[in-house]
Nanobody, 121 residues
Framework: QVQLVESGGGLVQAGRSLSLSCAAS????????MAWYRQAPGKQRDLVAA???????NYADSVKGRFTISVNNTRNTVYLQMNSLKPEDTAAYYC???????????????WGQGTQVTVSS
């Protein structure tokens, strides 16, 4: 079994910072992409930031310059540092990893359970 566990969400005032983390556990033989998505009530789930094993990053325009995605490969953990938070950043944040399990020849997408981030004005 593979499990992604997120932590770090909460309530914060606008202009402050939060850091999210997502740790993958289980019989993992490789990870080739990690990402964070978010979903506000009544809206679709959108990409916030992505990171490939090649070191390429991609950010939503709305978070460029404020959010940073990083990884600890040894711990199979991805982080999202969120600075200068705005009320419009309020959403449930989900981590996503494209990984391969031992015994499998292909990569599949796995999701965390989500963590709520609420930014007050």
């Amino acid at each position: 079994q593979v499990q992604l566990v997120e932590s770090g969400g909460g309530l914060v005032q606008a202009g402050r910072s939060l850091s999210l983390s997502c740790a993958a556990s289980g019989s993992i033989s490789g990870i080739n992409a990690m990402a964070w998505y978010r979903q506000a009530p009544g809206k679709q789930r959108d990409l916030v930031a992505a990171l490939t094993t090649g070191g390429n990053t991609n950010y939503a325009d709305s978070v460029k310059g404020r959010f940073t995605i990083s990884v600890n490969n040894t711990r199979n953990t991805v982080y999202l540092q969120m600075n200068s938070l705005k009320p419009e950043d309020t959403a449930a944040y989900y981590c996503n990893m494209r990984l391969r399990r031992y015994g499998s020849g292909s990569y599949s997408d796995y999701w965390g359970q989500g963590t709520q981030v609420t930014v007050s004005s």
